[in-house]
């Protein structure tokens, strides 16, 4: 395992599933949060933060 400067890292098949875990929780709290007491301007930003997240999901995928 190794470590950056956002804690530590891991390579590797097994690592590329908790990725793909991490990244639908990602998206499951960007939409709950889009769905709260929020001003537009940070709907729009989370709304946007998931259209990129899911296109590079599509492009992955392709």
Same mark, same amino acid.
């Given at each position: 395992? &190794?470590?950056? =400067?956002? *804690?530590?890292?891991? $390579? *590797?098949? $097994?690592?590329?599933? $908790?990725?793909?875990? &991490?990244?639908?929780?990602? =998206?499951?709290?960007? =939409?709950?949060?889009?769905? $709260?007491?929020?001003?537009?301007?940070? =709907?729009?930003?989370?709304?946007?933060?998931? &259209?990129?997240? &899911?296109?590079?999901?599509?492009?992955?995928?392709?």
């Amino acid at each position: 395992m &190794e470590n950056n =400067k956002n *804690g530590p890292v891991n $390579s *590797g098949p $097994s690592s590329e599933i $908790s990725v793909l875990e &991490e990244i639908e929780e990602i =998206k499951i709290n960007i =939409k709950m949060m889009s769905h $709260s007491h929020m001003t537009l301007p940070v =709907k729009n930003v989370l709304c946007r933060m998931l &259209e990129v997240i &899911e296109r590079i999901e599509k492009e992955n995928n392709e």
